[in-house]
C-alpha cells in the first residue's frame, strides 16, 4: 500500500500535484505528441476561428495556436525552473553559510549578494540581455542572477532562528561537522519557507521572462513562447480576442497552480504541520527520597570562583561574579534563584556550550573523570569537552520542544547520541533506544521511537530528552528545569523517573537541578545553592536552609512558596537588577524586608558571600 493510503496530509496533494504533473508531462511530451508544426505558416488562414483541425484557432501567420501553448511552455517552464533551481542552490548556501559562520562571512555571502536589489530586476535584466544578446540561456542567467539574493536572504534569516535552537547546540555537543550540521540539521528546518520561495521564484521568473519576450528581448522568434504570444496577439485583439485570452490563461493558470502546490508540498513535507507550577503535597518531603551521600566524598564537580563576561556594544559585563560551589558523586545539588540569578549560564559553562557572547573571565570548573582523574574543563580544547559532552558529561534543555529537532524521528536523535560515543553500529543503537525508552516509562517504546516530536506529549518528549541524556551513563547530570510547563502529574513522574535513574546508573552520578521551584528541591536535593544578581548568596544542606536561612532573599524565595494554603504567600517586591547597574555592598538591599539604612555601607566581612554556610545576613536575622 502506498504512502499516500496511509497519511491524509498526502492527500492534500492530489488534486494540485496531478495538475501540475499533467502540465509537466504535456509540455515535455511535446516532440512526440501528434501537434502541429508550431513554426509552420498558413498565411490563407490566418486568425481562423478554432475547428477541428486546430482546437484553438491559427495566428496572425496561420500557426496553430495549441500547438504554438504546448511548446510555449516547455520554453517557459523549462526556463524558470532551471533558474529557480540555480538561484536556490547558490542563494540558500550563501544564506546558510552567512547565518551560522556571520563575521566576514556573512559580509561576503550575504551583504555582497544584496547589493543586486538595488537595481531594479528588469532594468538589470535589460542591461544583461543588451550586452550578451536574447536568447534562452541568457534568460536562465538573468533570472538566476536576479532572485539568488532573495534565496539567500530567507535563507540567512531562517538560519539565524535555527542556530540558537537546543537541538542546534547539541549537534554541537555531539561533535558534528559544521557541513553536517548545516546540511543534515539546519537545512531540513528551513526548507518549508524555501519552499515556498521556490514556487515564488518559478512564478516570478515566468512573469519576468514572458515580460522580456513581450520585449522582444527573451526567446527568439520564431520560438514559441507565452510573452512572445501575448506581445503578437496585442495587435490583432480587436480582430481575435481568443488569441490573447489563451497565453494569458496558461501563464495565470500554471503561476497560481505551482504556488497551490508548493503551499500543500510545504506542510506536507513539515511534520510540524501535523501537530494537531507548583508541587502539591502529595509531593512534600518522603515522596522522592534524597541520596543521603555523605559530604565527604570527593568532589565530582568543582566550580572555583567563576565568572562570566557578557560582551555588551558599551563594554564586557560580569553577569556571573565568584561563583564556587561543589557537587560529590552520587549528590543532588539544586541551584536556585529567579530568572536573571545566572544559573543557567553557570550550567551551560560547565557543558562548554556559552552563547558566543559570553565568556569565562576567571576562576575553574573541575571534573574529575571516570578515571579518577580531576580536569579544568575551562582549560580544555572543543575537541576534549566534545568528548566528554554526552558521555560523561550530560544535560537536559529547559524546553524539549526546541531540544528535539522536529523533521528527524525522536529514535534516530537518541540513536546518535549512542553513536557519536561509542562502536554501536545502527541496529544495536536502536535496540538500546528502545531499551532506554521502556526504561524511562514511554509507552510502546517501538513506536515512540519512530514517531516525531509533534506526536509526543510534552511529558513524553522530555522523557526523550531524558533517555538522550542518560544513553551513555554520565558521571554528571545537569537537569536545567526539566519540569517548566509541563503539568503536575507528569511533573511528579519526572522526578520520579530521575531519582531513579540516578539511583540505578551503579556509577555515582551527580545531580545539578537548575530550577526556581523550592518545593521541586525540598523532594530531591541533598545540597541547595542559591543564586541572586550572578552571584552565590547562600549553600548549605537542603534541611538546614530551609529550617534557618541565613540569608534575606532566601527566606524571601521560601516565603514566596507557602507549604500550605494556610501559609500567607509573601511576594518578594521589584526585580532583580541588571548587571551594568548593581547597587552596591548587599545586592538584595533595594528589596530586603529586612535591610537597615546603613546596610549598604556594611563592611565586607560581613556582607552574604563566602563558601558553604558562611554566609551571613549584614543583620542577625533570626528566621524560625
Not at 141 to 152: C, D, G, N
Not at 273 to 282: D, E, K, L, N, Y
Not at 530 to 537: D, F, I, T
Not at 569 to 597: D, E, K
Amino acid at each position: 500500500m502506498s504512502m499516500l493510503s496511509f497519511s491524509p496530509r498526502w492527500n492534500r496533494l492530489l488534486v494540485p500535484g496531478a495538475l501540475l504533473a499533467l502540465v509537466v508531462a504535456v509540455v515535455a511530451a511535446a516532440p512526440i505528441l501528434p501537434l502541429a508544426d508550431p513554426v509552420k505558416q498558413e498565411v490563407a488562414r490566418r486568425l481562423t476561428a478554432p475547428d477541428a483541425a486546430h482546437w484553438l484557432g491559427q495566428d496572425e501567420y496561420g500557426r496553430d495556436v495549441l500547438s504554438r501553448i504546448i511548446w510555449g511552455g516547455r520554453v517557459s517552464l523549462t526556463v524558470s525552473f532551471l533558474a529557480a533551481a540555480f538561484a536556490g542552490i547558490i542563494g540558500t548556501l550563501l544564506g546558510l553559510v552567512g547565518g551560522y559562520f556571520r563575521g566576514i562571512v556573512e559580509l561576503v555571502s550575504v551583504r555582497l549578494a544584496e547589493v543586486i536589489l538595488c537595481f531594479p530586476p528588469m532594468l538589470l535584466a535589460l542591461l544583461v540581455v543588451t550586452l550578451l544578446g536574447p536568447g534562452a540561456v541568457t534568460l536562465v542567467l538573468v533570472l538566476t542572477i536576479l532572485f539568488t539574493p532573495a534565496y539567500a536572504r530567507v535563507a540567512y534569516a531562517e538560519t539565524l532562528s535555527a542556530r540558537t535552537l537546543d537541538y542546534v547546540t547539541a549537534q554541537t555537543a555531539l561533535g558534528a561537522t559544521a557541513p553536517r550540521i548545516l546540511l543534515r540539521t539546519v537545512l531540513p528546518n528551513i526548507a518549508p519557507p524555501l519552499l515556498v520561495q521556490f514556487s515564488l521564484t518559478v512564478a516570478a521568473a515566468m512573469m519576468l521572462e514572458s515580460g522580456l519576450s513581450f520585449l522582444g528581448l527573451g526567446v527568439v522568434p520564431p520560438s514559441p513562447s507565452w510573452g512572445l504570444m501575448i506581445r503578437a496577439a496585442r495587435s490583432v485583439m480587436e480582430q481575435a480576442p481568443l488569441l490573447l485570452l489563451w497565453p494569458c490563461l496558461a501563464l495565470a493558470g500554471t503561476v497560481l497552480l505551482l504556488n497551490l502546490f508548493c503551499d500543500r508540498l510545504r506542510d506536507v513535507l513539515d511534520p510540524r504541520g501535523a501537530a494537531v507550577g507548583v508541587i502539591p503535597g502529595f509531593l512534600r518531603r518522603g515522596r522522592l527520597p534524597a541520596s543521603g551521600t555523605a559530604t565527604t566524598a570527593p568532589a565530582l564537580l568543582s566550580i572555583e570562583d567563576l565568572t562570566l563576561a557578557l560582551k555588551t556594544p558599551t563594554g564586557t559585563l560580569n553577569v556571573v561574579r565568584g561563583v564556587s560551589f561543589a557537587v560529590a558523586p552520587g549528590e543532588t545539588v539544586a541551584l536556585v534563584g529567579e530568572s536573571g540569578s545566572g544559573k543557567t549560564l553557570t550550567a551551560l559553562a560547565v557543558m562548554g556550550l556559552l552563547p558566543p557572547v559570553v565568556s569565562p573571565a576567571g576562576g575553574a570548573i573541575r571534573f574529575t573523570g571516570r578515571d579518577g582523574t580531576a580536569v579544568d574543563l575551562l582549560a580544555l580544547t572543543e575537541g576534549e569537552m566534545r568528548r566528554l559532552r554526552g558521555n560523561d558529561l550530560a544535560i537536559i534543555f529547559q524546553d524539549p520542544s526546541s531540544s528535539l529537532n522536529p523533521v528527524h524521528r525522536c529514535g534516530k536523535q537518541v540513536a546518535e547520541a549512542i553513536r557519536a560515543h561509542g562502536t554501536a553500529g545502527a541496529s544495536a543503537a536502536k535496540a538500546k533506544v528502545v531499551d532506554l525508552f521502556r526504561r524511562v516509562g514511554l509507552p510502546d517504546p517501538e513506536r515512540r521511537a519512530n514517531a516525531f516530536p509533534h506526536e509526543l506529549s510534552g511529558g513524553q518528549k522530555q522523557r526523550v530528552m531524558i533517555a538522550a541524556a542518560v544513553a551513555n551513563t554520565p558521571r554528571l547530570l545537569i537537569a536545567d528545569e526539566p519540569t517548566t510547563a509541563l503539568d503536575v502529574t507528569v511533573q511528579a513522574q519526572i522526578l520520579d523517573l530521575l531519582a531513579d535513574l540516578k539511583g540505578a546508573s551503579g556509577t555515582g552520578m551527580g545531580l545539578l537541578f537548575v530550577t526556581h521551584n523550592l518545593a521541586v528541591v525540598r523532594q530531591i536535593a541533598d545540597k541547595v545553592v542559591v543564586m541572586y544578581a550572578g552571584e552565590v548568596v547562600e549553600e548549605g544542606p537542603v534541611a538546614e536552609v530551609f529550617a534557618r536561612p541565613r540569608h534575606p532573599y532566601t527566606a524571601a524565595l521560601l516565603a514566596s512558596a507557602p507549604e500550605s494554603e494556610a501559609e500567607e504567600l509573601a511576594a518578594i517586591p521589584g526585580t532583580v537588577p541588571s548587571p551594568a547597574a548593581l547597587p552596591p555592598g548587599c545586592r538584595f538591599a533595594p528589596r530586603c524586608a529586612f535591610s537597615t539604612p546603613d546596610c549598604d555601607r556594611a563592611p565586607p566581612e560581613r556582607r552574604n558571600v563566602g563558601p558553604g554556610r558562611t554566609a551571613r545576613c549584614i543583620r542577625d536575622m533570626e528566621v524560625a
